[in-house]
């Protein structure tokens, strides 16, 4: 992700065109079929769908935990819960790693907190700003 256009960090790498834009963003209202890539380069995991980046968490890593820093979702694929399905998926990569996670993003608490499957994901010794409800 890189600069900040109009309060959303913006992503890298979206060579689209607008018209593959408009017609990605009419292509339903759930997630679809979202592909999870992890950029450790710049500590970015970026969903992808048909080929299109359409959103990121923004992440940094010490040893086995990682820190989840922001999640954006680009405004025209906002809504059909690419959010939350990103999250989902960086989880379980989290949880099969052996990972632990401490969470910084707002939207990541508030994932987690409506997910308890994730609560073992999230680091006891260093939680970040989670608050799980039980």
Do not use: W
Not at 92 to 119: I, M, Q
């Amino acid at each position: 992700m890189a600069g900040n256009v109009e309060g959303m960090v913006t992503l890298t790498g979206t060579d689209q065109d607008e018209a593959a834009t408009e017609q990605a963003a009419t292509t339903g209202s759930g997630p679809g079929d979202l592909t999870i890539t992890e950029n450790s380069d710049v500590g970015i995991y970026e969903a992808t769908r048909d080929g299109i980046t359409v959103a990121g968490v923004v992440y940094s890593r010490t040893g086995n935990r990682v820190t989840l820093l922001a999640t954006s979702v680009f405004p025209e694929f906002r809504g059909q819960g690419i959010a939350g399905a990103l999250l989902g998926g960086v989880l379980d990569k989290l949880r099969k790693e052996g990972a632990t996670a401490t969470l910084s993003c707002p939207f990541a608490v508030e994932f987690v907190n409506a997910h308890p499957e994730y609560a073992q994901v999230i680091d006891s010794a260093a939680p970040g700003s989670a608050r799980h409800r039980h």
